[in-house]
């Protein structure tokens, strides 16, 4: 399992550059983007097979029998670390299974790159990677991770990022640091509430977005708003109980009304 650059091609490791030249194949998510790389670092030559998504269950056997004749296989992606978002997993599965050895080779990880600039509080953090594209749901899912006191890391892309920062300004008050074409020429982070960062923003931003939330220790680390809400619940209702946590915890009236209604349901 290769790490690869996530954007600047010097960012790949020695050993890295080591292993792709002395594997017997090479397994890729995109052929185009690897020989890129493989000319970057003078590859000296192997067989290179396209695994993704859509043939990956097709190809995986094939490529285990291959292993299991002797011939090693190094797995990338696109860009960065393998399976963060990126396919292989079938592979991987299959491999453990046949009792086939599995090495990490660590190297670039966009999550990992933008956790390292980050000047928000952010550990312990939840990744949760892609929000739904599905606005209904993509609210559902930030409403149901705003109520736990983790940082949020999640991928975005640039179609979806400022309906995405829209529906985190009306469900938290939270600070939020986007990052965009990390490594590469037009590196840029993006830094404050949901409506500040949404105002940094381009009209049609481009590249695809790492986000993190802040943790909520900065915000109400004495307070754990499920736990007020509860009790406030026991002698108000819902709409009282919401306007209260709100002011005691630092969220939005929103995110405490959302945990309100379903604490009274349940």
Not at 178 to 190: C, L, N, P, V
Request: contains cysteine; aromatic residues 4%.
């Amino acid at each position: 399992m290769v790490a690869t650059p996530i954007g600047h091609l010097g960012d790949i490791s020695r050993r890295g550059i080591d292993t792709l030249n002395h594997v017997g194949i090479i397994a890729a998510e995109d052929t185009r983007r690897t020989r890129v790389l493989l000319q970057h670092i003078d590859h000296t030559g192997c067989e290179l097979v396209s695994v993704h998504e859509h043939n990956e269950e097709r190809v995986g056997p094939v490529l285990i029998e291959r292993m299991r004749q002797g011939t090693d296989i190094a797995l990338v992606s696109d860009a960065g670390t393998p399976l963060i978002n990126d396919p292989g997993y079938h592979l991987l599965q299959l491999a453990w299974q046949a009792g086939i050895r599995v090495v990490p080779i660590p190297g670039a990880c966009s999550i990992i790159t933008a956790l390292s600039v980050c000047p928000i509080p952010c550990q312990p953090f939840r990744y949760v990677g892609f929000l739904s594209s599905k606005p209904k749901l993509r609210r559902t899912q930030l409403e149901r991770w705003l109520l736990m006191p983790d940082a949020l890391v999640f991928l975005e892309s640039p179609h979806r990022i400022r309906a995405a920062l829209a529906d985190i300004g009306d469900l938290s008050t939270r600070r939020i640091m986007i990052g965009r074409e990390m490594t590469k020429q037009y590196e840029s982070f993006a830094v404050g509430d949901a409506q500040e960062v949404l105002a940094q923003l381009a009209e049609t931003p481009k590249g695809e977005f790492v986000c993190i939330i802040e943790a909520a220790e900065s915000v109400s680390a004495r307070f754990d708003l499920s736990h007020v809400m509860a009790t406030l619940l026991q002698d108000l209702a819902p709409t009282q109980a919401a306007k209260l946590a709100a002011q005691i915890c630092g969220v939005r009236k929103k995110e405490a009304y959302a945990l309100a209604l379903r604490l009274s349901e349940s």
